[in-house]
């Protein structure tokens, strides 16, 4: 069966500081990928999302960026974190008939 | 791009009270899902429903793409049933995978 697996579950990390996010899915080959972002009390906004390897789409431009160095996975980074970095970040991915679905989440702080 | 809203934003329920939620969505769409984001944050998969009637348990959700709407029922609701609750949906008209989210409703049920 496919499975999905984030970590960090939790990250405290003060500005200016590196990031990186990792996100890998099991069972499954050539997967789309994404990279959602939830702020306190809102709804989802897309970050990126991938349809391969080293194939990066961005939705808003940003302090972060993706990369996807294997089939499956899918990396979200940050050169400096910034206290609007801040949030809960989940990765998904989406196959036919099935929809998407998603991982357990990060949720970061910049102190 | 295709606009996704939920009603009510709100909702308290009485354990054991029956409720529906509605998503309209302004065009025609590939994929249609419910979502549940429990109080940990976890984004679980309810439905995948772009069109017709499914059932799982105490929940079912119907979807009349033809009418652009779709409603998620909850029946003898438990405390457990608590969380927001996201419609979500792909446009025909996308070319690329951007899954679109209303500003989902928050549940809450009480004891």
């Known amino acids: 069966s496919q499975t999905i697996h984030q970590w960090p579950a939790t990250l405290v990390q003060p500005v200016g500081s590196p990031l990186s996010l990792e996100c890998t899915v099991e069972?499954?080959?050539?997967?789309?990928l994404y990279w959602y972002r939830q702020a306190a009390g809102r709804g989802l906004q897309l970050l990126f999302y991938?349809?391969?390897?080293?194939?990066i789409s961005s939705e808003v431009p940003q302090n972060l960026s993706a990369s996807r160095p294997q089939d499956r996975q899918f990396i979200l980074s940050s050169k400096k974190l910034l206290l609007s970095d801040s949030g809960f970040y989940l990765c998904a991915w989406d196959r036919a008939n099935y929809g998407y679905t998603f991982g357990s989440g990060t949720r970061l702080t910049v102190v | 791009g295709i606009q996704v809203e939920q009603s009510p934003p709100d909702l308290i329920l009485q354990e054991g009270a029956n409720s529906t939620l509605r998503c309209n969505f302004s065009d025609s769409v590939n994929n249609l899902q419910w979502f549940h984001q429990n109080p940990w944050g976890q984004l679980i998969n309810l439905f995948y429903i772009p069109s017709g009637t499914k059932q799982n348990g105490r929940l079912s959700a119907t979807t009349v793409a033809t009418e652009r709407y779709s409603l998620l029922y909850i029946s003898s609701s438990q405390t457990t049933d608590s969380g927001v609750y996201f419609c979500?949906?792909?446009?025909?008209?996308?070319?690329?995978?951007?899954?679109?989210f209303g500003a989902g409703t928050t549940v809450t049920v009480r004891a």
């Open positions: 069972g499954t080959s050539n997967p789309n």
């Open positions: 979500a949906v792909l446009s025909k008209r996308s070319n690329d995978y951007k899954l679109s």
């Open positions: 991938s349809v391969g390897i080293g194939q």
